[in-house]
Antibody, heavy 120, light 107 residues
Framework: QVQLVESGGGVVQPGRSLRLSCEAS????????MHWVRQAPGKGLEWVAV????????YYEDSVKGRFTISRDNSKNTLYLQMSSLRAEDTAVYYC?????????????WGQGTMVTVSS | SYELTQPPSVSVSPGQTARITCSAD??????AYWYQQKPGQAPVLLIY???ERPSGIPERFSGSTSGTTVTLTITGAQAEDEADYYC??????????FGGGTKLTVL
């Protein structure tokens, strides 16, 4: 079935780096834009980044610009988020999400999330 | 980018109608999307392009729009509808934004 599975979360010290992965299955991965969305403990959803279906365009939320890099490997059906210079305020559950087809839009498929804790 | 404004909380009695609003000037030109999130779970797309409901979403969920405000309406709210609800829209710069979320209490 259509599925997204995140991995790579954990506890990391401030200033260090971490790479998240999101493996897709059950759909044609290279036909869809993909997003990262995060949710700090007890807080709301925050959009983080998007990458177009072919990787040609990437956009970021202002607070992660220059520190986070979104990428994808369509041959491996996998989305990535490389996070560097991590801060305490980056602590959150990170979700990957599929952007629906043009007739739908929105984020129609979500992973279960992976927790990132930035702490010394 | 811009902000989407939602009320922090809404309460409704079982069987009654709940309305959750989301406001921003940009919504007069941009589509809105609605998500439901229950504790410990990933969000679920409830409404797309202001008023459309994905397959599998109960008919009691509906969306409407008027000017700079979009509204999620739950007609005949059930206990299982108690959750956090988020509106979302896209910026013309390629970025996206979520509203702050509304906690719906059914009591």
């Amino acid at each position: 079935q259509v599925q997204l599975v995140e991995s790579g979360g954990g506890v990391v010290q401030p200033g260090r780096s971490l790479r998240l992965s999101c493996e897709a299955s059950g759909f044609t991965f290279n036909s869809y834009g993909m997003h990262w969305v995060r949710q700090a403990p007890g807080k709301g959803l925050e959009w983080v980044a998007v990458i177009w279906y072919d990787g040609s365009n990437k956009y970021y939320e202002d607070s992660v610009k220059g520190r986070f890099t979104i990428s994808r490997d369509n041959s491996k059906n996998t989305l990535y988020l490389q996070m560097s210079s991590l801060r305490a305020e980056d602590t959150a559950v990170y979700y990957c999400a599929r952007e629906g087809e043009a007739l739908v839009g929105g984020f129609d498929i979500w992973g279960q999330g992976t927790m990132v804790t930035v702490s010394s | 980018s811009y902000e989407l404004t939602q009320p922090p909380s809404v309460s409704v009695s079982p069987g009654q109608t709940a309305r959750i609003t989301c406001s921003a000037d940009a919504l007069s030109k941009k589509f809105a999307y609605w998500y439901q999130q229950k504790p410990g779970q990933a969000p679920v797309l409830l409404i797309y392009k202001d008023t459309e409901r994905p397959s599998g979403i109960p008919e009691r969920f509906s969306g409407s729009t008027s000017g700079t405000t979009v509204t999620l309406t739950i007609t005949g709210a059930q206990a299982e509808d108690e959750a956090d609800y988020y509106c979302q829209s896209a910026d013309s710069s390629g970025t996206w934004v979520f509203g702050g979320g509304t906690k719906l209490t059914v009591l």
